[in-house]
Nanobody
Framework: HLQLVESGGGLVQPGGSLRLSCTASEFTLVDYAVGWFRQTPGKEREEISCIRPRDDHARYADSVRGRFTITRDSANNTIYLQMSSLKPEDTAVYYC??????????????WGQGTQVSVSS
């Protein structure tokens, strides 16, 4: 069973930064498209970023473009989400997901358990 594990969540003040990590056990992420999602109670899950394999081209939701950056560290089998200029509305549980495909897909196969990000003063 392919597992993804997120880490790096926590409490941060508005305007602050956090870096989330997504790593995999038992398989390498180098050939996978990996996405970051977030969800708050009562709202639908939102894809906020995705990085595709080979050229690491990334896409971002309008809500985070210019503030968040997704990167791939193949040596450490980890996908990072660097979050800056955080706002209270960024508070959510953040999930990473993966699919073995050459482009960022509409649907992902494998999911992590999530990590909480809270932005508050």
């Amino acid at each position: 069973h392919l597992q993804l594990v997120e880490s790096g969540g926590g409490l941060v003040q508005p305007g602050g930064s956090l870096r989330l990590s997504c790593t995999a056990s038992e398989f390498t992420l180098v050939d996978y498209a990996v996405g970051w999602f977030r969800q708050t109670p009562g709202k639908e899950r939102e894809e906020i970023s995705c990085i595709r394999p080979r050229d690491d081209h990334a896409r971002y939701a309008d809500s985070v473009r210019g503030r968040f950056t997704i990167t791939r560290d193949s040596a450490n089998n980890t996908i990072y989400l660097q979050m800056s200029s955080l706002k209270p509305e960024d508070t959510a549980v953040y999930y990473c997901a993966a699919r073995h495909t050459s482009h960022c897909p509409a649907e992902f196969e494998f999911w992590g358990q999530g990590t909480q990000v809270s932005v508050s003063s």
